[in-house]
């Protein structure tokens, strides 16, 4: 179960918990790795008082529910210090995920109706299109529990909701070939 995940002895780092199953992390390519840092860096400057980021931090959703996506942005009733390992969905004010080939249905598919019907409010999935990251903005239905799609950014994310954010997209990756 997902307070159970911490103790499980030998456990690979960055390992989820979705629908009762262990799902071990692969080596993430450089694309990953950069627009999850980038876009970290990027939005602290764009937190309301009280609201942190965090990165690669697990989120227990259910009872057989932990996954962990690659960011989330916690409101200020979080519990917050040295000993957390997971936080709770009803702390989650967005999650993104940044789509991987090794996690493709899950991050498309799956994670968002989890994230969905914990009643996480606002879920961006990114990805790479023609090397550079598209950002798909979606907001939570409070009726039907499930995601509708309310922008897709290709060069520039201009929002309003959760807060106020304008990130220039193209800053999130520059690949550089030999």
Request: proline content about 7%; some cysteine.
């Amino acid at each position: 179960m997902a307070e159970d995940l911490d103790h499980l002895p030998n456990l690979p780092a960055h390992t989820e918990l979705i629908d009762g199953s262990l799902v071990f992390a692969s080596a993430q390519r450089d694309f990953h790795q950069s627009v999850v840092f980038r876009l970290h860096v990027q939005l602290e400057d764009f937190l309301p008082a009280g609201h942190e980021v965090r990165q690669e931090m697990s989120v227990k959703l259910a009872p057989r529910q932990r996954p962990e996506p690659d960011l989330i942005v916690l409101g200020p009733k979080a519990v917050i210090g040295r000993e957390v390992t997971c936080y709770l969905a009803d702390d989650v004010v967005l999650v993104v995920e940044v789509v991987s080939p090794d996690s493709e249905i899950r991050d498309r598919v799956r994670k968002p109706v989890l994230y969905a019907e914990a009643g996480i409010p606002h879920f961006w999935l990114i990805e790479e299109v023609n090397g550079r990251p598209a950002v798909f903005v979606y907001e939570l239905d409070p009726v039907t529990k499930s995601y509708v799609i309310s922008g897709a950014h290709h060069d520039r994310l201009k929002l309003s909701v959760p807060f106020d954010i304008d990130i220039d997209l193209t800053t999130l990756y520059k690949s550089r070939t030999r």
